[in-house]
């Protein structure tokens, strides 16, 4: 099974910050099958990235997706109030095993 | 508008059934894979189990093999959840979910339901 493991923990910004946020697997993730979603307290998740930089229907384009292999990136451009939240990624890999990372929360500061 | 509405959430005791529904509309329900992921109470999120778009092909993680069965009804736009032999650590929002794609699975999830809670404790 792929672990992914997201870093940091907690992220402190400010809005109209930069983030970045990163997310590790423990073996080759295929760039076609890496996702990003959003989730807000009390809400379902929502996808924002797949494929590791395509954006969902609907998603504003500070949000960016980057990576290949081991390494991938969310990026938010500037931060904008509704942006505060848990982000998490997700993996599909070739043995139909499917994993999310431990999540990143992106707070005010 | 796609709508996922899950039902049949609630508290069972360990070793104890339950089956969770979800109502969907606003797409072809028919042509898209659907999925359950559950989220423990204030922890991340795990994916649970997959049924292709004509009901042929299931798939499970390890956690709950043998023990859930995922179904649909698509003349009734409605994918079911079967939970036996539950668990403490089943405890859980249980989130219906559609596949991106239209056909075949790709495993990104586009739409979520609200979430059933499912409580398993004695």
């Known amino acids: 099974e792929i672990v992914l493991t997201q870093s940091p923990g907690t992220l402190s910004l400010s809005p109209g910050e930069r983030a970045t946020l990163s997310c590790r697997a423990s073996?080759?993730?295929?760039?076609?099958?890496l996702a990003w979603y959003q989730q807000k307290p009390g809400q379902a998740p929502r996808l924002l990235i797949y494929?590791?930089?395509s954006r969902a229907t609907g998603i504003p384009d500070r949000f960016s997706g980057s990576g290949s292999g081991t390494d991938f990136t969310l990026t938010i451009s500037r931060l904008e109030p509704e942006d505060f939240a848990v982000y998490y990624c997700q993996q599909y890999g070739s043995s139909s095993s499917l994993t999310f990372g431990g999540g990143t929360k992106v707070e005010i500061k | 508008e796609v709508q996922l509405v899950e039902s049949g959430g609630g508290l069972v005791q360990p070793g104890g059934s339950l089956r969770l529904s979800c109502s969907a509309s606003g797409f072809t329900f028919s042509s898209y894979a659907m999925h359950w992921v559950r989220q423990a109470p204030g922890k991340g999120l795990e994916y649970v189990s997959a049924?292709?778009?004509?009901?042929?092909?299931?798939y499970y993680a390890d956690s709950v093999k043998g023990r859930f069965t995922i179904s649909r009804d698509n003349s009734k736009n409605t994918l079911y959840l079967q939970m036996s032999s539950l668990r403490a650590e089943d405890t859980a929002v249980y989130y219906c979910v559609k596949d991106l794609r239209y056909g075949s699975a790709l495993y990104y999830f586009d739409y979520w339901g609200q979430g059933t809670l499912v409580t398993v404790s004695s």
């Open positions: 073996q080759s993730v295929s760039s076609s099958y």
């Open positions: 049924i292709s778009s004509n009901g042929g092909s299931t």
């Open positions: 494929g590791a930089s």
